[in-house]
Structures are given as C-alpha cells and as structure tokens.
C-alpha cells in the first residue's frame, strides 16, 4: 500500500487557480490508477478526477475544461491544477491510490472573496 501527503491548499478568490500535489510514501510507478477526491463536511467524498499508469484520465463533470490531474512516476507525485475556481470547489482535497486507498489529512482548498 502507498500512502499519500497532499499540499497546496489554501484561500484563493473565484476564478483564481491553485496546485495541489501529493507526494507517495513508495513508488508510484506500479499503481495503476490514481485519483483526487474532495469531501465537504458532512457530505461524502467525491471523486474529482483520476489518471492510470498510461497517462489516461478521467473528471467529474463538475471540474472537466477547468481542473487537469497528471502523475509524474519518477517524482511518486500527482498534481491537480484547478483553474477557474468556484466557491463550490471548496472542500478538503485527498489523494489515493484506487484500490488500496488510505486516507490522508487532506488539503483545505476554501474558494472565497
């Protein structure tokens, strides 16, 4: 199993842009998919998007044209550009591996004027 430690949160205005990063405790190259959840409190966790070891990748239909996810194998990191952000982009940001996941802190995004 591979545990993640997410960064990059913070306060930005709407329509501003932020970078999240997770960083692996192990080798990421064998691990098939990847992905970034958001949770709300009280709410469920959302999928937000995912990428496979071949570089595909997947988004919620609340963040396509705006967020894009990408790994990079040698680093055992994965980053989630958000552009455009909204105020309901606000959430704590987790990464995992699917499959065998385990949850991290997480990283506070809170998107506000």
């Known amino acids: 199993q591979v545990q993640f430690v997410e960064s990059g949160g913070g306060l930005v205005q709407p329509g501003g842009s932020l970078r999240l990063s997770c960083a692996a405790s192990?080798?990421?190259?064998?691990?098939?998919?990847i992905a970034w959840y958001r949770q709300v409190s009280g709410n469920e966790r959302e999928l937000v998007a995912l990428v496979t070891s071949a570089g595909a990748t997947n988004y919620a239909d609340s963040v396509k044209g705006r967020f894009t996810i990408s790994r990079d194998n040698a680093k055992n990191t994965v980053s989630l550009q958000m552009n455009s952000l909204k105020p309901e982009d606000t959430a704590i940001y987790y990464c995992?591996?699917?499959?065998?996941?385990?949850w991290g802190q997480g990283t506070q995004v809170t998107v506000s004027s």
């Open positions: 192990r080798s990421i190259s064998s691990i098939y998919t």
């Open positions: 995992c591996a699917i499959g065998s996941c385990i």
